[in-house]
Structure formats: C-alpha cells, structure tokens
C-alpha cells in the first residue's frame, strides 16, 4: 500500500446473518508511472529466436497445465514467460530474480524452463521438438 494513493478511509460496521461485522473500506489510487499509463506491460518486439523460446515456453505451459488440472496462468504467466525470454537466466537462482518466480516454482518447474530456453548445455531438451515441431529446431 506504500504506492498508493489514499483517497479516503471509512470504518463501518455491518450484520449478515444475524452476525456484526467491523471492517475497513479504503479507496485508494495507483499512482501514475510518469507516462500517462498506470503499470501495464511494455511492448518489445522479439526477435525470432525469442518468440521461438516464446512459443516453446506456451506450449510447455498449455501441456503441464492440461495435466496438472488448473489454469495455465497459475503455472508461469504471460508477463513470467516473456521475462523469461528477454532475460535468460542461465540457473535456478537467476528463475527466481523474475517477479512472481519463487523457490517452489522454481523445485517443480525450474530445470524443465532452464532446459526448454537452452540454458542447460545450450541445448533444447526433448519436449522442444515436441512443443514446436522438429522443422522449427534451432539446432540440427
């Protein structure tokens, strides 16, 4: 709350089922970055190799997704998969200097982006050429 504005805070008190509640209602503004945009996400165009690595991350995301039984997002959002890209961390501990990126994503899922962005041997793991098919490989 620091980043924010405070417009005003109200204390109230309310009943439901037959139960009193107190409570806070607070209304507040985020403040503006300086360019006329609240925080939204920065458009940068990729090169081909980063929307190939783009693509691959999705794919490997819509697949664990599928199988673990929830929401995509909730395994690696897009804002995680494109800094990913942009950054390249080359180990587990460089995963986690992404925002929202924690040391659980990182046991559960950490080896398998590493290997999939080729920060492991600099080579693509398997799922690579299922993920984008075998005529998109960067390598041979």
Known sequence: M???KIKSI??????????VYWSIFMVYEIPDRGDGQKKKQEHVDLNEEQQLILNRLKAWR???SDS?????????????LF???LRRPATPEGLKMIEGIGEKKVEKYGKEILNLIGAENEKPGPSYHNAVGKGDCLDP
């Open 2 to 4: 620091t980043s924010k």
């Open 10 to 19: 109200k204390a109230a008190n309310f009943r439901s089922n037959n139960r």
């Open 62 to 64: 819509k697949e664990r």
């Open 68 to 80: 673990e039984g929830f929401p995509v997002y909730l395994i690696a959002t897009n804002r995680q």
């Open 83 to 85: 800094d990913i890209v």
